[in-house]
């Protein structure tokens, strides 16, 4: 018997040596740089894949990351994810054999990385037993989604009460320039129930990010969130991938249980970032430029975020519109993906009125979902009177209305400085669902529109 045991033993030692020995990786080619054309390089180098992270050695001996995107007949062409300097012909270029892995942890809270998972805000970061992931995960399958039922508290009145959002949906955030899309999404940060907010900031300006961190987030918000960036002046590859690290740090505390919280700004840097690339390795460019690429690549980053088995991702998606116009494609696109859209307002801004948001042509596609019949009763009550005052608001400012004549009018015009009240609010401001819902409850307990 024990000879017998001996035996086994030895046999199993043996098999998982050869096993060993064939896992190995016992050689490694390296390639050689045979073209570089502004931030694409084409490279002779078998077994590469597209995905493939690189190294590219300069002549003074640095090592710059770039990423397999294309193949062009023997040649691999690769983007490089920032500058070029000091690469020539001839460099040799080594692959990892992997896609772009950052390190995540808990170790990542109140921190501010790049897409790449480097610290960038001066300070250490300890990695050690940090787990790895691919920044490019897979959405999960659509059956193993659970069904969105639970409230998710953002801590904005105008949104909790009249566009409440459920604990992983996805809405979009449409604004143009200036009308207060950062400062929203602080108060969200700090306000929110999330258990973690991840920010990506994408093509930001320098001073920005800073700025964002201090005034926007706040000491407060900072301890429960994760900040990936992508300053404006890096190159597009970095920026594009900006949203898959925010992304994957997501996915990483959605599968502790966490209730994460996702915030892009913007989605639109982001894709103009997917244009560069997708024009550099030669795609057709189709509306404004845009290659047909770029549009599956949103539906599939977008898709990424949401309800698991596990936790949850809600995602606060920022489209910037360029000219205020609804019709840019990167617009159109996003708002057909997501569960639902709030519009900023350029005209309500102006009227210093913030949050800026336009309720009436917002809508939250999950709000009868998550919300009771008495919430659902008291929002379209609020929202008859905000559409039937605005319908008539020219002739309420010149005094061409007769009071009387309508009532239903009337008790609008009586309520809109107490409804405009009630969605304003003040960055400093902290308020619960629970005093949001009750507020717009006992408003509109009394008011008879039938």
């Known amino acids: 018997m024990l000879n017998q045991s001996r035996e086994k033993s030895i046999e199993y030692v043996k098999k998982h040596a050869i096993d060993v020995i064939n896992a190995a990786k016992l050689y490694s080619y390296k390639g050689s740089v045979s073209k570089l054309l502004g931030l694409t390089v084409e490279v002779k180098l078998p077994g590469l894949k597209i995905g493939d992270l690189c190294y590219i050695e300069t002549y003074e001996g640095e090592k710059k990351p770039a990423e397999v995107v294309a193949f062009k007949g023997e040649n691999a062409q690769l983007l490089l994810l920032y500058d070029g300097a000091g690469i020539g012909q001839g460099s040799l270029v080594e692959t990892t054999g992997k896609a772009i892995s950052i390190p995540v942890g808990d170790f990542l809270l109140g921190r501010l990385i790049s897409p790449l998972g480097e610290p960038i805000d001066g300070k250490p970061m300890d990695t050690r037993g940090a787990q790895w992931v691919n920044i490019d995960g897979p959405p999960p399958g659509a059956f193993d989604r659970p069904i969105i039922s639970q409230m998710f508290s953002t801590g904005v009145r105008a949104i909790d009460s009249l566009l ?4 992983g949906q996805r809405m979009g955030l449409f604004a143009g320039s200036g009308v207060g899309k950062s400062t929203m999404l602080g108060m969200i940060a ?16 320098g001073r920005e990010v800073k700025e964002f961190v201090e005034d926007a987030l706040g000491e407060e918000g900072m301890k429960k969130s994760v900040l990936v960036c992508s300053t404006g002046d890096q190159p597009p590859l970095i920026r594009q991938k900006c949203l898959h690290s925010a992304t994957a740090v997501c996915e990483y505390f959605r599968d502790q249980g966490k209730k994460v919280f996702l915030m892009t700004d913007t989605v639109t840097r982001c894709a103009m970032a997917g244009r560069e690339v997708g024009l550099s390795v030669g795609e057709p460019p189709t509306i404004k430029g845009y290659p047909p690429s770029i549009f599956s690549w949103l539906q599939k980053v977008l898709e990424r975020s949401g309800n698991s088995p596990r936790g949850s991702i809600t995602a606060l998606y920022t489209v910037l519109m360029e000219g205020d116009d609804i019709n840019d494609p990167v617009v159109d696109t996003v708002r057909g993906i997501v569960d639902g859209h709030i519009f900023l307002s350029r ?4 009227m210093n009125h913030y949050p800026a948001i336009d309720v009436l042509g917002s809508i939250s596609r999950l709000f009868t979902t998550v919300t009771t019949r008495e919430h659902q009763a008291a929002a379209h009550k609020m929202r008859q009177l905000m559409a039937m005052y605005r319908e008539n608001k020219d002739l309420i400012d010149v005094g061409m209305y007769n009071a009387g004549s309508n009532p239903k009018l009337d008790i609008a015009i009586e309520l809109m400085p107490q409804i405009n009240a009630f969605l304003q609010q003040r960055t400093s401001d902290s308020v619960s669902m ?6 717009l409850i006992s408003m509109m307990k009394d008011v008879d529109l039938q």
């Open 164 to 167: 409440t959002l459920g604990a």
């Open 190 to 205: 700090r306000n929110s129930d999330a258990d973690v907010n991840v920010v990506a900031l994408i093509g930001e300006r």
């Open 347 to 350: 005209k309500i801004a102006e």
């Open 434 to 439: 629970e005093s949001t819902i009750s507020t």
